[in-house]
């Protein structure tokens, strides 16, 4: 079946510095999905690629869709303490079922 | 008006009790879903449906039921309660049933003593 994977599990960064997470996906998808939790909180999604290549950006957030649509990033720009959470990319290679990899969580330091 | 609504929102009972959950969304979509969040915060869907029809029906014990009235609510009932149901449980909905984002409820925190 697909799977999604997403590195790295954790991460804790110092206020300011930047913040990357992967997922790559053992299958091609049609589309790429990111949702950020908060802690105590529920998902709520932040975006959707669907092109190959497809770069979005949302003020410091930066989202990429690999070429091969079997990979996607979200890298975040000078962390902020608002930042902290669980960063979920979810995949949709069957239409119908979106596979959510197992999340990044971020932790900033002040 | 919360959009997805799930009650109750914490729920800690027995083992062996039979519990149930209540998804409501009042975004007029035609998909619904449920997820287990275990304590790892790892995301495992659990069954979809799509305008009442069951779509997806991931590897769960069938002590898990769900249930779609109509469009807008999804039920879950739980049988004979164990120790490793003890997760968080998210309603979402979508529009449609692929290529959609997701809306999830605030979660329900069951607790199994």
């Known amino acids: 079946g697909q799977q999604v994977m997403q590195i790295p599990q954790y991460q804790h960064v110092q206020e300011g510095e930047d913040f990357t997470t992967y997922c790559n996906s053992s299958?091609?998808?049609?589309?790429i999905q990111w949702y950020k939790q908060r802690p105590g909180g529920h998902p709520v999604f932040l975006i959707q690629?669907?092109?190959?290549?497809e770069v979005k950006k949302q003020k410091r957030l930066t989202f990429q869709f690999g070429e091969a649509k079997k990979n996607s990033s979200l890298h975040i720009t000078a962390t902020q303490t608002t930042d902290v959470g669980t960063y979920f990319c979810a995949g949709d290679a069957n239409a119908g079922k979106s596979t959510f990899g197992d999340g990044t969580t971020l932790t900033v330091k002040p | 008006d919360t959009a997805v609504s799930q009650t109750p929102k914490y729920l800690v009972t027995q083992m062996g009790n039979d519990k149930s959950i209540k998804c409501e969304q009042n975004l007029g979509h035609d998909t619904m879903y449920w997820y287990k969040q275990d304590s790892k915060k790892f995301l495992k869907i659990m069954f979809s449906y799509n305008n009442k029809e069951l779509i997806i029906n991931e590897t769960v014990p069938n002590r898990f039921s769900p249930k779609s009235p109509d469009k807008a609510h999804l039920n879950l009932h739980i049988n004979s309660l164990e120790l490793g149901d003890s997760a968080v449980y998210f309603c979402a909905s979508s529009q449609a049933w692929s290529h959609q984002p997701q809306h999830f409820g605030d979660g329900t925190r069951l607790s199994i003593l």
């Open positions: 299958t091609t998808l049609s589309n």
């Open positions: 690629l669907v092109k190959s290549g």
